[in-house]
């Protein structure tokens, strides 16, 4: 099994930055890639960024050029880097870790962003 706890999240005004962290521990050789997701209120789940084991990076097209993910394999730690964010923005982020470069094996408990305009 795969434990991830996310951290991070919070209140920003819109233009502004936060930075989210996951950190996995564990059966760590489980996992290939590791992503975020997001679910807003009403809204279905939605994939916002995934990196593999390399340097392979996805990113969603409404956080392109605003967002970058990267992991510190060492420190067993996935991060998220959210510049210019926007109201539309906020959801509830999720850490999600797997085998395949859409992980969807092990998940965190979520952490809040939410964006004031």
């Known amino acids: 099994q795969v434990q991830l706890v996310e951290s991070g999240g919070g209140l920003v005004q819109a233009g502004g930055s936060l930075r989210l962290s996951c950190a996995a521990s564990?059966?760590?050789?489980?996992?290939?890639?590791m992503g975020w997701y997001r679910q807003a209120p009403g809204k279905e789940r939605e994939l916002v960024a995934t990196?593999?084991?390399?340097?392979?990076?996805y990113y969603a097209d409404s956080v392109k050029g605003r967002f970058t993910i990267s992991r510190d394999n060492a420190k067993n730690t996935l991060y998220l880097q959210m510049n210019s964010l926007k109201p539309e923005d906020t959801a509830m982020y999720y850490c999600?870790?797997?085998?395949?470069?859409?992980?969807?094996?092990?998940w965190g408990q979520g952490t809040q962003v939410t964006v004031s305009s």
């Open positions: 564990g059966s760590l050789f489980l996992i290939n890639a």
């Open positions: 990196i593999s084991s390399g340097v392979t990076t």
């Open positions: 999600a870790a797997g085998r395949i470069f859409t992980p969807d094996d092990y």
